[in-house]
């Protein structure tokens, strides 16, 4: 899948889970909010790096690791395109700066 079927499959099912969340609360939630569920998001994830990693025992962590990354990307992809981010020329144009820097000190 290319990014931007990523970011479009992304940002569908955050216009979804606005309408649910309206429904149910009458409201979607803020930038900020989408932010702080992010963040208990990236804490599910460490916990499951130490369980694939062998200091924490968790059922089925690899099958959850997955599922937790791809939970953390949908949340950047999200607040990328909140805070008018264009993420792909983003990603793009930070690997090859860090790529030049990297070799540049590999090279020195």
Known sequence: MKFSEL???ALHLNTLYERLEIKRHGRAWTTQELALGFMGDVGDLAKLIQAHVGIRDID???????????????????????????????????????????SGELDA
């Open 60 to 102: 089925d962590s690899q099958a959850k690791l997955g599922h937790e990354l791809s939970d953390c990307l949908w949340s950047i992809i999200v607040l990328a395109n909140k805070c008018g981010i264009d993420l792909e020329a983003e990603f793009t144009r930070n690997i090859r700066e860090l790529a030049e820097y990297v």
């Open 7 to 9: 970011e479009t499959s």
